[in-house]
């Protein structure tokens, strides 16, 4: 059973940084795409950053493009997101996302493995 298990969420104030990290529990993941999502209360779980299996491509939601840098260490099996400029319309449950079974990859019904969620809270 592969398992994706997130970390580094907390509450932080307006204008503040967090990072997040998400490990999994097999090395086949580094050589393939992960992906961040985020659902906010009330919302659908919506797309916030994919990095390819070598760390060199990267695609951001546009709700977050210049703020957020999502980056990976394969040797750890460790994906990352650098949350900056952070806004309380940011505040979500944020869930890494693993194995990409189909197109396009911003639409959460094709990624096949997911972690249970690291909550963020940004405070105005």
């Known amino acids: 059973q592969v398992q994706l298990v997130e970390s580094g969420g907390g509450l932080v104030q307006a204008g503040g940084s967090l990072s997040l990290s998400c490990a999994a529990s097999e090395r086949t993941f580094s050589r393939r795409a992960m992906g961040w999502f985020r659902q906010a209360p009330g919302k659908e779980r919506e797309f916030v950053a994919i990095?390819?299996?070598?760390?060199?491509?990267?695609y951001y939601a546009d709700t977050v493009k210049g703020r957020f840098i999502v980056s990976r260490d394969n040797a750890k099996n460790t994906m990352y997101l650098r949350m900056n400029g952070l806004n309380p319309e940011d505040t979500a449950v944020y869930y890494c996302?693993?194995?990409?079974?189909?197109?396009?990859?911003?639409?959460?019904?094709?990624?096949?493995?997911w972690g249970q969620g690291t909550q963020v809270t940004v405070s105005s």
């Open positions: 996302a693993a194995d990409l079974t189909g197109t396009p990859t911003n639409l959460s019904k094709n990624w096949r493995y």
């Open positions: 990095i390819g299996g070598n760390g060199i491509k990267t």
